[in-house]
């Protein structure tokens, strides 16, 4: 087990490394100078050259890369242009909000996924699984964001039941658990939720269903072995791989609710990063998202690590 | 009388030409109603939308500050106006232009982007399958929808950047599956007797490794087409996709969003036909899975 942990995480160095260089260079593919952002416009060539002197801009890319990636171990991600503040404060802010969103979502998707996959698998070919499969399609085929829009409207809009943006009352920007809050993260993680139900029941569906048909199944049964005890050999052979496809779905609820949160202004990474986009504010868009994107790595590591702790059999490979 | 039931077993039949794989697809896939439905579903919102100007829709651009926020229904505008007064049923055929254009045309560059890159590092291996295989691992370390925010977000709004990002995040899944097949392919012995007769590398892939990679690497593609559609209209529902005054129907969603209020289920118009695109599209891509054998 120690040799696996250490084989993955020297796997992870490189595509951590990757991350890195594709948000360094994010920055570098926009149009128009980094400069015009913060330099008024009326400023001469010299005062230009010592601002770009001092953000280290004369200096070639691999150079540039170095200072960013050097400041970045200690902690400095830079300033936000907008608001002068920095970009790491900002940052980790904001993903908390996201996060609570995402587990929210997730707690109300796994189960529930789990669940109507699970009586897929085993009812299949019955009215039940055509079901199962009928809402599962249509929940991976939603676009979440209209979604929203539509449960906004019949919610808020027409019913008056539920708050239809923000975090707290009053544009609160930090959570507490009361009613007041939850009212507002309801309808945000019930629409978040609905795209990983699909996924999870289909994943369960197609796992429960080849377990099922194995000849070890029929054996147990054979023994005498109760249904209820049958099945619970089936959830573990199965755990292995609905754990790992609900860790990435964890890690894509975290890095896809940036439309979810414009459309309820969750302040969240997603409706942070949305602002850093149309204030042009560069430091803030790479921080974002490179934050965003080791959050998913380490998932990825985590899930890996954990599915190698239930399943022996894939630390051989 | 044995003899005779013999003769008869062993009599050569009439033997017909045997149909190739291609019209065995096309024959289970005629016989799938709900598939053929999708079809003629995604078939007439293209068409319509190509041949938008001759079906004498109004203009959708002309908007008229007396026929704001027509409801559903109204005379003279079947699916009511938008917040300039627009016709909405205009715009939402005139919207399947560039909406289905952003949303399909990625995965089609990425199919041949992505077959390409897998097949030559699941062929060659080697270095260059380490090269291209690792980088593609990169590009998994962001979800989906992040990675193509982030390049959208960092080129500026724009038709040409939109296509630019989506095709960037949908070639490395691509590619990782035609990897896959292509490598499970090399090992198969008719292409050591290929080798062996001294055909060129490029022989082996044209005449043996293209014909029996290409299906799963289409039918995965196919399924990646209502994530792309969904994806495309997003990014300009974040008003970072198409700018205004384009009828698309992301960013109707978005700017209908004002409207809520007042008119609520015209603001959710938009969105619908988003939603029965990629409904058809994922299904579409799940009977062309089962029609054309492929397992995942």
Partial sequence: MLSYLIRRILLVLPVAFGVSVI????????????????????????????????????????????IWIGNLFQGDMGKSIASGRPVAAEVFG?????????????????????????????????????????????????????????????????????????????????????????????????????????????????????ILSQDFVDALYAKGMSRADVLRHVARNAAATALSVMGLQLGYLLGGSILIETVFNWPGSGFLLSNAIFQRDLPLLQGTILILALFFVAMNLIVDVVQAAIDPRIQRT | ??????????????????????????????????????????????????????????????????????????????????????????????????????????????????????????????????????????????????????????????????????????????????????SGVRKLDYIDAARASGASAWTVIRVHVIGNVLSPIFVYATSLTSVCMILAAGLSFLGIGVRPPEPEWGLMLNTLRSVIYVNPWLSALPGVMIFVTSLCLNLLSDGLRSAMNVRD
């Avoid at chain 1, 926009?30 to 230009?48: C, F, R, S």
């Avoid at chain 1, 249509?138 to 964001?145: K, Q």
């Avoid at chain 2, 062929?123 to 390049?151: C, E, H, K, Q, W």
Wanted: aromatic share 10%; proline share 6%; charged share 10%.
């Fill in chain 1, 23 to 66: 948000c360094f260079l994010l920055v570098q593919i926009a149009p128009g100078d980094p400069l015009t952002a913060i330099m008024p416009i009326d400023a001469t060539a010299e005062e230009q050259a010592a601002m770009r002197a001092a953000y280290g801009l004369d200096k070639p890319l691999p150079v540039q890369y170095a």
């Fill in chain 1, 94 to 210: 904001a993903v908390k909000n996201s996060l609570l969103l995402a587990v929210s979502a997730a707690v109300i998707a796994f189960p529930i996924g789990i669940f109507l996959g699970f009586l897929a698998g085993y009812f299949r070919d019955t009215w039940i699984d055509r079901a199962v499969t009928a809402l599962s399609i249509t929940g991976v085929s939603v676009p979440n964001y209209w979604l929203g829009i539509v449960l906004v409207i019949i919610f808020s809009v027409n019913l008056g039941w539920l708050p239809s943006m923000g975090a707290g009352p009053g544009g609160s920007q930090s959570w507490a658990w009361d009613w007041a809050h939850m009212r507002h993260l309801l309808l945000p993680a019930v629409t978040l939720a609905v795209v990983p139900i699909g996924i999870v029941s289909r994943t369960v569906r197609a796992l429960a269903g080849d």
């Fill in chain 2, 1 to 182: 009388m044995a003899m005779a039931e013999a003769t008869s077993i062993h009599a050569p039949e009439k033997v017909e030409k045997s149909k190739g794989y291609w019209s065995g697809v096309g024959h289970r896939l005629v016989r799938d109603p709900l598939t053929m439905f999708c079809l003629a579903v995604i078939a007439a919102l293209i068409l319509s939308a190509v041949f938008a100007p001759y079906l004498g829709l109004a203009d959708p651009y002309k908007g008229s500050m007396i026929a704001r926020l027509k409801p559903i229904g109204a005379p003279g505008y079947p699916l009511g106006t938008d917040e300039q007064g627009r016709d909405m049923l205009a715009r939402l055929i005139y919207g399947g232009r560039l909406t289905l254009f952003i949303g399909l045309m990625p995965v089609v560059i990425a199919f041949f982007a992505g077959s390409i890159l897998g097949i030559t590092a699941g062929y060659v291996g080697g270095l260059t399958n380490t090269i291209i295989m690792r980088t593609v691992d990169v590009f998994f370390a962001f979800p989906s929808v992040l990675l193509a925010i982030a390049i959208s977000g960092a080129l500026g709004a724009g038709i040409v950047n939109s296509l630019v990002s989506l095709t960037i995040v949908f070639i490395p899944p691509i590619t990782r599956v035609a990897e896959a097949v292509t």
